[in-house]
């Protein structure tokens, strides 16, 4: 949020007196006056007007995102080797602390959602909510038809002791399906596949929680979530 923005919340001044008090550098952020009216304060920032504490509301910084993840972006901020998928949001929105909700893999594209919210982003991730995600594979190996009942009775993935949760597979093509999970197991969809001896070739995430990846959307490109959106994933009334 900008620093004139806080101002006039916290003081009920016009943007435009905001900006003079800022000017004036009556205003610090952690101790440093600052002039700059645009400047990005951060949700953890100590904000002082004539050494009086300023309170940030933490609604104003919450923030929800859709990115179409493109291919070579990675989902975890400690790799060192590969650009780290929020990069792709500008430095206004980095100010914002955000992070992605759950992961996808570095060749795996499509529905990313991204948020500063951090307990929205344990209800959709954790198992305990069952929120569904549907993704697009492109398989190596002819789909069996069989698979739709393997999946849907769950299967057990190599190096796990239990079987998946009951899962919903369409078969589109022969190398083309739909699968709609409700877990997010690491490589859940690549495993599944491979323990039906197939493989993997190319994967998208095309839902979560009944919110589609938007159309217009290009590659690396992000929007808001809409107030729908956001209806449809536990946000908002
Ligand atoms: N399952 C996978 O195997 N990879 C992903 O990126 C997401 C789900």
Known sequence: MRL??????????????????????????????????AYKVALNDELTFMDEKLHIKEEDYKAYYMLNKPKGYVCASDDSL????IALFKDE???????CVGRLDIDTTGLLLVTNDGLWSHKITSPKHHVSKVYRAFLA??????AIDTFKEGIVLKGESSKTKSAKLTIINQHE???????GKYHQVKR???AIGNKVEKLERLTIG??????????????????????LLGVGG
């Open 82 to 85: 590969n650009p780290y998928v």
């Open 141 to 146: 190996d002819p789909c069996p038809i069989d």
């Open 4 to 37: 004139d923005k806080c101002l006039t919340e916290n003081l009920a001044v016009s943007r435009k007196d905001a900006g003079k008090l800022i000017k004036q550098g009556k205003v610090c952020v952690n101790g440093i006056v600052v002039k700059d009216s």
């Open 93 to 99: 929105y980095k100010a914002r602390e955000l992070f």
């Open 192 to 194: 599944m596949f491979a």
């Open 210 to 231: 009944g919110v589609s990846l938007d159309k217009e959307l290009k590659p690396g490109e992000f929007r808001k979530l809409t107030q729908e959106e956001l209806k």
């Open 177 to 183: 399906v739909l699968l709609e999970i409700t877990e």
